[in-house]
T-cell receptor
Framework: QKEVEQDPGPLSVPEGAIVSLNCTYS??????FMWYRQYSRKGPELLMY????GNKEDGRFTAQVDKSSKYISLFIRDSQPSDSATYLC?????????????FGTGTRLTIIP | DTAVSQTPKYLVTQMGNDKSIKCEQN?????MYWYKQDSKKFLKIMFS???????INETVPNRFSPKSPDKAHLNLHINSLELGDSAVYFC?????????????FGPGTRLTVT
């Protein structure tokens, strides 16, 4: 069993829909949770960075962490064609450089105009 | 001005050859990383350096040797290339202390071994 599980998709939704992307994990030591977005043939870029349980909102994006269920989510409201990308969740036990990030396999998302 | 740059962008070579990938960051970060992304998009850490010192060394074959001449550069040398080394290799950087999750990735080097 992988430490971080993420549905690879692909996921296709119409423009304007609310998108829900999820990851589950098994390591209870994880405290920091990230979502990265990766466009085709580009490097990942950080979208959201959260600590412990709770919600964090940034524009159309909301990250949710439920440590009791070992479950994290990323919601995208009013989805746009420019949101079409692969979304990778990542997590670590600390925010120091000597601790590695463990990534999910990524969910490929397509927003249909 | 590119924050994290890698060269070359594409690398096609034959089995058994030796090749290098270079990475440079101009963000003033202390920590740099090498990741390997396979054909299924799975991103896995290989190495991490903090101020030229190796701090993460995952289970990677000895054929892979990172070198950090200064904290702005991290190069990856691969000896005796094998078919299974075909992947996209990403360099990344972060402040390292207190912000290690906020990593900035380069554009990637697509390595194809034939």
């Amino acid at each position: 069993q992988k430490e971080v599980e993420q549905d690879p998709g692909p996921l296709s939704v119409p423009e304007g829909a609310i998108v829900s992307l999820n990851c589950t994990y098994s390591n209870s030591a994880f405290q920091y949770f990230m979502w990265y977005r990766q466009y085709s043939r580009k490097g990942p870029e950080l979208l959201m960075y959260t600590y412990s349980s709770g919600n964090k909102e940034d524009g159309r994006f909301t990250a949710q962490v439920d440590k009791s269920s070992k479950y994290i989510s990323l919601f995208i409201r009013d989805s746009q064609p420019s949101d079409s990308a692969t979304y990778l969740c990542a997590m670590s036990g600390s925010n120091f450089g000597n601790e590695k990030l463990t990534f999910g396999t990524g969910t490929r998302l397509t927003i249909i105009p | 001005d590119t924050a994290v740059s890698q060269t070359p962008k594409y690398l096609v070579t034959q089995m058994g050859n030796d090749k290098s990938i270079k990475c440079e960051q101009n963000l003033g970060h202390d920590t740099m990383y090498w990741y390997k992304q396979d054909s299924k998009k799975f991103l896995k850490i290989m190495f991490s350096y903090n101020n030229k010192e190796l701090i993460i060394n995952e289970t990677v074959p000895n054929r892979f040797s990172p070198k950090s001449p200064d904290k702005a550069h991290l190069n990856l040398h691969i000896n005796s290339l094998e078919l299974g080394d075909s992947a996209v290799y990403f360099c990344a950087s972060s402040h390292g202390s207190g912000d290690a999750g906020e990593q900035y990735f380069g554009p990637g080097t697509r390595l194809t071994v034939t």
